[in-house]
């Protein structure tokens, strides 16, 4: 683990902070953390990196009490790649992060082509590759049986020509073992920020976090980078609007594995892991008892799949370790979440799968939902991830553009910091370009939605898909759900 103690937060820059002690009180109590005096912070549980001063890029041993350049709140994927971009670019910077220990789910499983780029800059994309289970091959059903054609995502440029799944806490581990080698001591967890306020005529920016016990420390930075989630209390302290609203389209979602993976017919518990789209309940299934019988080979492969169903749609995607993942559309939008019967009973309806209940590995039942910040940076303050935008999960590009955007804002601010321009130049381009993409993202999140909407003439759909699958306009659509052209 990458994390540093809570004992080990960098001493505060300026003694105390002034103002803002409303908000302070509120997260506070919101938290179950009263705000205490600035003392030293207790030592966060099960965080057994301790560092009182930090190496920088250059090597060197950084006092703890200096101005930092960036402190990134929120250490989930986002975040943590922030911080591997804040390193190659030079920036003295710490991670704080709410959770004291990484979350076990799988939630977000996809990386796209684009990411993958980004990664292999950074120097660990094949690191990440042969971490998972590279897709090179999507393939169309409009139900059992009737295959409508298929999508080779080796018609992309290589060497990324394929879409990778990977488990959210494997992207997140992976991430976090690089920023210990590359920059030990600057992920902090069981760190709650309560507040920030511009210091300093408006030159820095003073942080308030509160550790496990309720004690505070105040740190300075130039700018601070939120990547605290779509309930982001920076956002909302900033006072930068947040538009948007759930789709009324439900989905469920379990991991079972295929085939004769080591999982298969071994009994266990579902477990209550959150997954993606914001779940309004993961519930756990109770403990089956004796094997389940012996399955077939996956006929899948490594190949995704897409069922567009009259009465819905389905996809499927393979994982590591033999497991595979079904995402179903729910006929109608019921009163309470469907169950993991619920889920069976549909895959085998539509798809003609028959799944073993007592092997899942995780389920979930969710709704969707888009947001989008009016602004993505608002003086020293720089919104990334779910803090700036939310898009439905469909089609599983959300993480990635929390990515790339996080791309543009530590590029912006390293050129800002580094004396190169103005930071209405550089933040108002990559508030322009995040935007845009942001939007574009949403987009086509609601497309691949509305594609298996069972009210849009799925028999001319169908044919249309049927027709695409089979000219060159494949290319264009292998380029559209691998997120290329943003």
Known sequence: MAGG???????????????????GRRDGRRDGREGGPAVTLPKTQGAPHTATSTSGPDGARHRPDELLDLIIVGGGPVGLLAGL???????????????????????????????????????????????????????????????????????????WNFILTLPQWRTEALFEERLHARAPGALFRGITVTELIEASGGA?????????????????????????????????????????????????????????????????????????????????HPEATGASP?????????????????????????????IRRWVVQEEEAPPTPGDLSSLVAVVADRCGVTLDSRTCRMFSAFGVERYLADRFWKGRLVLAGDAAHVVSPIGGQGMNLGWLNADEAVTALARVLRGETS??????????????????????????????????????????FRLVLRTPLRKVLARRFSMHGL
């Open 85 to 159: 971009l804040a390193h190659e670019a030079g920036l003295r910077f710490r991670i704080l992060e709410r959770d004291p220990e990484p979350r076990p789910h799988s939630r977000a499983i996809g990386i796209h082509p684009p990411a993958l780029r980004l990664f292999a800059r950074l120097g660990f994309a094949e690191d990440f590759a042969g971490s998972g289970t590279q897709i090179r091959r999507g393939r169309g059903f409009a139900g059992p049986g009737a295959p409508l054609g298929s999508l080779d995502f080796g018609l992309l440029p290589p060497p």
């Open 423 to 464: 930071p209405q130049e550089a933040l108002g381009t990559f508030e322009r370009r995040a935007r845009r993409r942001a939007r574009e993202v949403i987009r086509r999140a609601e497309q691949n939605m509305f594609m298996g909407n069972r009210r849009r003439l799925p028999r001319l759909r169908n044919q249309v």
């Open 204 to 284: 820095s920016v003073r942080v308030t976090a509160v550790g496990p016990g309720g004690a505070s420390r105040t740190l300075t930075s130039r700018y601070v980078l939120a990547c605290d989630g779509k309930r982001s209390v920076l956002r909302e302290d900033a006072g930068i609007g947040w538009r948007g609203g759930p789709y009324p389209s439900r989905y469920l979602m379990g991991d079972f594995p295929v085939g004769d993976s080591p999982g298969h017919g071994a009994p266990g518990a579902v477990r209550d892991h959150p997954a993606a789209g914001e779940p309004e309940g993961s519930r756990g």
């Open 294 to 322: 012996p399955a077939d080979p996956d006929p899948l492969g490594e190949d995704a799949a897409i069922y567009l169903h009259p009465r819905g749609l389905v996809e499927s995607f393979p994982l590591v370790s033999g």
């Open 5 to 23: 103690a809570a004992d080990a937060l960098p001493s505060p820059g300026v003694e105390g902070h002034g103002g803002g002690a409303r908000d």
